[in-house]
């Protein structure tokens, strides 16, 4: 069975119901947590594809110049071997925020604020031609928890989804990597361990049981999007996703 390399960068942002969907999609998945201490390959020998998740790290460096985290730079070495390898990879938030940054892109904090619970973003002309994204909706349900923005995409990336005050909120950089700015892993129980006592959320003045319930009522719409969206990344990780027409078996938005 192929593998995926999946890399948790923060305990409390594991892959939850993406490793499901994952798995289900006939992935098997291997686990590293730098985070408590485990090392990251040098290379993606033996792998079908990367997973990079969030976590509440910066991608870009601290004040005093060191890297966000200590395995940042090995992780963004794992970015671009991928992207030049073509080994299928999606990085989400703070993993989306690395691919970038890992291409030259710029991460900064966002001048337009925090961005904290239910949410939808746009495509972009550009995602019709995409084969992931092509059987996204027009306007797709999305988590959002973040204070970094990708201010500056990488050069050649193509941008597939926006919203109005945070433009790029999805990105594709060569034809197999897709950086996103959302969340799609996420079950209520990671949203309200985010919420407790949270810092970000009382910055915003925002009730945390109202966010919890918000979020939670719109975890349906969520899986609708991106269940089909992680099965055609498995797919294309299995090399079973034709680029121009995916296959019959894989679950479609509307049939």
């Known amino acids: 069975m192929a593998t995926a390399l999946v890399i948790e960068n923060d305990p409390t942002d594991d892959l939850r119901r993406l490793g499901e969907w994952l798995t289900e999609g006939g992935l098997q998945l291997r686990v590293l947590r730098p985070h408590a201490g485990e090392e990251l390959p040098a290379d993606l020998e033996g792998y079908a594809a990367l997973v990079v998740l969030g976590g509440e790290q910066q991608a870009y460096p601290l004040p005093d110049g060191t890297p966000g985290a200590p395995w940042f730079p090995a992780l963004e070495g794992l970015l671009r071997k991928a992207v030049r390898y073509r080994v299928p990879t999606l990085g989400v938030c703070l993993g989306g925020q690395l691919l970038a940054t890992a291409h030259a892109g710029l991460v900064e904090r966002s001048p337009s604020g925090p961005e904290v619970g239910p949410g939808v973003v746009g495509k972009r002309d550009a995602a019709d031609a995409d084969p992931l994204f092509r059987y996204v909706p027009l306007i797709p349900d999305v988590l959002q928890w973040h204070s970094d923005e990708i201010i500056e995409l990488p050069r050649g990336a193509t941008l597939l989804a926006a919203s109005t005050r945070y433009p790029h909120q999805a990105f594709r950089l060569g034809d197999r990597a ?16 985010w919420a407790r ?6 910055e915003l ?15 349906a ?20 996703l034709d680029d121009d027409a995916p296959r019959r078996s894989l679950p479609l938005l509307g049939h």
């Open 178 to 193: 897709w950086g996103l700015q959302f969340h799609i892993e996420c079950d209520t129980a990671m949203i309200a361990d």
């Open 197 to 202: 006592d949270s810092e970000l959320l009382a």
């Open 205 to 219: 003045g925002y009730d945390e049981e109202l966010v919890v319930a918000a979020c939670d009522r719109v975890m």
């Open 221 to 240: 719409d969520v899986e609708e999007v991106w269940q089909p969206f992680a099965i055609r990344f498995a797919a294309l990780a299995l090399g079973e």
